[in-house]
Nanobody, 126 residues
Framework: VQLQASGGGLVQPGGSLRLSCVAS????????IGWFRQAPGKEREGVSC????????SYGDPVKGRFAISGDHTRNTVYLQMNSLKPEDTAVYYC????????????????????WGKGTLVTVSS
């Protein structure tokens, strides 16, 4: 199981970015995939999670209404569309996966995730 996150960068407040998480070595249908972030001096937190085969998505309160998670089975990729970005969204973003049998995407907790990719840095600043 491998996960490769990309798409981070520097963006002005109010701007948008789309993060991609390419999964290899497993089928998206069997796993829950999540995006998590960690800002300097803070704990890692759940941003958004998806179970593509069940159509289940969940979002952390700080990003509800601004971020959208989706999956593309043809590319075995999960995307995180981030709109109306704020400086407080600045963090390293990680994607993670776990067999859906052992993880509830509706809860989107860091605990329980079994596989983690390297992060991609998102900086929101003017």
């Amino acid at each position: 199981v491998q996960l490769q996150a990309s798409g981070g960068g520097l963006v002005q407040p109010g701007g948008s970015l789309r993060l991609s998480c390419v999964a290899s070595g497993f089928n998206l249908d069997d796993y829950s995939i999540g995006w998590f972030r960690q800002a300097p001096g803070k704990e890692r937190e759940g941003v958004s999670c998806i179970s593509t085969s069940d159509g289940i998505t969940s979002y952390g309160d700080p990003v509800k209404g601004r971020f959208a998670i989706s999956g593309d089975h043809t590319r075995n990729t999960v995307y995180l569309q981030m709109n109306s970005l704020k400086p407080e969204d600045t963090a390293v973003y990680y994607c993670a996966a776990q067999l859906k049998l052992f993880y509830r995407a509706s809860l989107c907790t860091t605990q329980g995730m079994g596989y983690w990719g390297k992060g991609t840095l998102v900086t929101v600043s003017s």
